[in-house]
Each structure stands twice: as C-alpha cells, then as structure tokens.
C-alpha cells in the first residue's frame, strides 16, 4: 500500500489507531522511508522529541525520534524491540502529541537497548540510561497500542480527567 506522505498528520485519542498492535514494515521499502522522513517533519513541526507511526495514522511498527546529540536531525526505528538493561525505576513527567496538554508522571525503566532499523534499512543497535531511553520506551508503547494514560496513576487520572473526557467529546 503507498501512503500519500503529503496527507500525514497527527492523529489524536480516542482515534482508534491508536490502540491498534502495529505490524512490521519493510525497511528496504521506498515509501516506507519516505514515510518516516515526514514524520520526522512532523514531530519537529509540533515541538515533539518522538512520534510513533499510529500517531499518523498507520499501524506500522516505525517510530522516530529527535537526536539529541544534534540538534535538528531525527532518528528512525523501524521494527524496533526494546531491552531492559537496567530495570531501575525511574518516575518522569511524559506529553504526548496525540493527547496534547495531558501531561502526567510516567514510571519506566532507565535503562534500555535498542535494536532496528535505520531511515536508510540498515541495522541500528543503541542503549541509553539517559532521557532518550524514556522517549524510545513512550514510542514504543504506541507500537503496542499503549498510551500514557494507560500508565497514570489515579492522581494524575484525576487532573487530566477534563482534558481526557475534551477528547472524546471532539471526536464525536
């Protein structure tokens, strides 16, 4: 199926995309890259560090990412799996562009080993204790139809509660 790359947007809870499992892609694939590469676009224009294919609309196991250590550029994850290589729990505050203003405080492991591929379908290997560590395991769980607010705790449910219930109001 070619994606039409200049029709991507961000997409936002409830829509059901969302909370679909994404299916593997073909790294090799043209528009597949092509894909990724907007989405890249994409999340810098809404002021993300990440954006999962399902935030657009496809349930395609890709996600991106900003590189930290420079400035401006992404980093694609095609068919990624994530490790734990230190299972150390770590309480963060998480956004996400597809629940825009919810923002709450997220526990995750602090360290985690990456494994995928690139923009170019090349094989990429990463690990990080670091912030970026985080952004790889938030991006993930969109892959697994998994959101942030799946992970709140009752307070933070509460706080967001307006917010969250506004969402669902906007998509009827």
Known sequence: MTIDVGTLSIVYYPNDILRQKACEVDPNDANVQEVAQRMIELMFENKGVGLAAPQVGLPWRIFVTQDLD????????MNPELETIDDTPELEEEGCLSLPDIRADIRRPIGVRISGFDGMGQPHLSESSDFIARVWQHENDHLD????????????????????????????
Do not use: P, T
Request: aromatic share 2%.
């Open 70 to 77: 420079n400035e401006g550029e992404g980093i694609v994850w």
């Open 145 to 172: 139809g998994v959101l942030i607010i799946d992970k709140m705790s009752a307070m933070d449910r509460l706080v967001n509660r307006k917010l969250i219930k506004h969402l669902e109001r906007l998509a009827k």
